[in-house]
């Protein structure tokens, strides 16, 4: 879908741009030539001094969020910043903890605060609210490579409040909590970010892809909603792993 989006795009045909990324090795330019710009960057300016600057603009760009939760979930009112479900968050995880001192103990960490920095970071300034987003899906099997928080594996915000039960009450409920949550993502399309910078990640990845070359952080960008709601009426898929 990123390659037919590219040929869309720059109006030119799949079997020329696949052609092209193939024959190009990033590696040995980089080796050869003194680059100052970043091997997106680089592979972009490669490919539109072949073809030309694009031929459309950006209306709507899709998007995918990463995250782990119940299976009941639908977002049926979209994807909602941290400030909005953070009350949803600590109720899920009441249902989720069978042990009844583990439930009592949450309940107190949610009244008097959660001895965790990270926590405390997130939720007192709204910049940290996303939601989030990648542009590659791919992205969310690469955390590693990338080094990228794994989101699959556990939201930010769950972690920390894992983090801060086990530094205020010295148990781990790591474990209980992720075990009853499934890996999904949200795929999502968006107006609010239509830069034509995105086509730099966008044609690296292709190029990955292409050439069966190892995944890169410069393969990929990140969207933050900045506080604002991701409606129902933008989501294309909610997909559980």
């Given at each position: 879908?990123?390659?037919?989006?590219?040929c869309?795009?720059?109006?030119i045909?799949?079997?020329?741009?696949?052609?092209?990324?193939?024959?190009?090795?990033?590696?040995?330019?980089?080796?050869?030539?003194?680059?100052?710009s970043?091997?997106?960057?680089?592979?972009?300016?490669?490919?539109?001094?072949?073809f030309?600057?694009?031929k459309?603009?950006?209306?709507?760009?899709?998007?995918?969020?990463?995250?782990?939760?119940?299976?009941?979930?639908?977002?049926?009112?979209?994807?909602?910043?941290?400030?909005?479900?953070?009350?949803?968050?600590?109720?899920?995880?009441?249902?989720?903890?069978?042990?009844?001192?583990?439930?009592?103990?949450?309940?107190?960490?949610?009244?008097?605060?959660?001895?965790?920095?990270?926590?405390?970071?997130?939720?007192?300034?709204?910049?940290?609210?996303?939601?989030?987003?990648?542009?590659v899906?791919?992205?969310?099997?690469?955390?590693?490579?990338?080094?990228?928080?794994?989101?699959?594996e556990?939201?930010?915000?769950?972690?920390?409040?894992c983090?801060?039960?086990?530094?205020?009450?010295?148990?781990?409920?790591?474990?209980?909590?992720?075990?009853?949550?499934?890996?999904?993502?949200?795929?999502?399309?968006?107006?609010?970010?239509?830069?034509?910078?995105l086509?730099?990640?966008?044609l690296?990845?292709?190029w990955?892809?292409?050439?069966?070359?190892?995944?890169?952080?410069?393969?990929?960008?990140?969207?933050?909603?900045?506080?604002?709601?991701?409606?129902?009426?933008?989501?294309?898929?909610?997909?559980?792993?």
């Open positions: 879908s990123a390659i037919t989006s590219i869309h795009v720059y109006g045909a799949r079997s020329a741009v696949e052609q092209f990324l193939s024959g190009v090795d990033l590696d040995a330019a980089y080796e050869s030539y003194v680059i100052y970043s091997c997106d960057d680089y592979l972009r300016d490669l490919f539109e001094s072949e030309g600057q694009p459309l603009q950006l209306d709507e760009v899709v998007w995918f969020h990463l995250t782990r939760t119940a299976r009941s979930s639908n977002f049926s009112e979209g994807i909602l910043p941290l400030g909005q479900v953070l009350g949803r968050v600590w109720k899920m995880l009441g249902l989720l903890l069978e042990d009844p001192e583990q439930k009592v103990n949450l309940a107190i960490m949610q009244a008097n605060g959660v001895k965790d920095f990270q926590f405390g970071l997130k939720t007192r300034n709204s910049i940290h609210y996303g939601p989030y987003a990648m542009l899906r791919e992205a969310a099997f690469n955390s590693d490579k990338i080094c990228n928080h794994d989101y699959l556990v939201p930010e915000i769950i972690e920390d409040i983090n801060g039960y086990r530094k205020q009450f010295g148990q781990c409920i790591y474990g209980a909590v992720t075990s009853k949550l499934e890996k999904c993502i949200v795929k999502f399309k968006s107006n609010k970010c239509t830069s034509l910078n086509l730099a990640p966008a690296l990845y292709c990955c892809v292409v050439r069966n070359e190892e995944f890169s952080s410069f393969a990929n960008t990140c969207f933050d909603s900045e506080g604002m709601p991701i409606s129902r009426e933008q989501i294309i898929s909610v997909e559980f792993l």
